[in-house]
């Protein structure tokens, strides 16, 4: 698989990567979000299409997506997305791509 909307059905969600210190609220919903999102070095913008494939590691309920998230100093996601996490059960993702990255992918069940 190659896009992160086949692999979770959703539009959306929180990507952690594999350092545990880097995490991503993204829209995955359209065709051109292949592979995993970079952030550019220049802005907080995101890339995509990159291509590597997508494999699923492992897949897990949790009934509290917030508590799946570690500390981080570089975490580009909202304080509203953050509180809409809160206590939301959603579906954990370990994914690894075909470039060697690891990531947890959560996607809330509110989330589109």
């Known amino acids: 698989m190659k896009t992160l909307a086949e692999i979770t059905g959703k539009e959306s969600g929180i990507i952690v990567y594999n350092d545990n210190d880097f995490i991503i609220a993204a829209n995955w919903s359209s065709p051109l979000c292949v592979g995993l999102p970079r952030v550019t070095p220049i802005d907080i913008e995101l890339m995509w299409g990159f291509d590597e494939e997508l494999?699923?590691?492992s897949e897990s309920v949790t009934n509290n997506c917030l508590a799946e998230l570690p500390e981080s100093d570089e975490a580009y996601i909202t304080e509203e997305e953050l509180g809409s996490i809160r206590n939301a059960a959603g579906v954990i993702y370990l994914i690894e791509s075909s470039t060697g990255d690891e990531?947890?992918?959560?996607?809330?069940?509110d989330w589109h």
Do not use: E, G, L, S
């Open 55 to 57: 494999t699923i590691i």
């Open 103 to 109: 990531v947890k992918v959560i996607c809330p069940y």
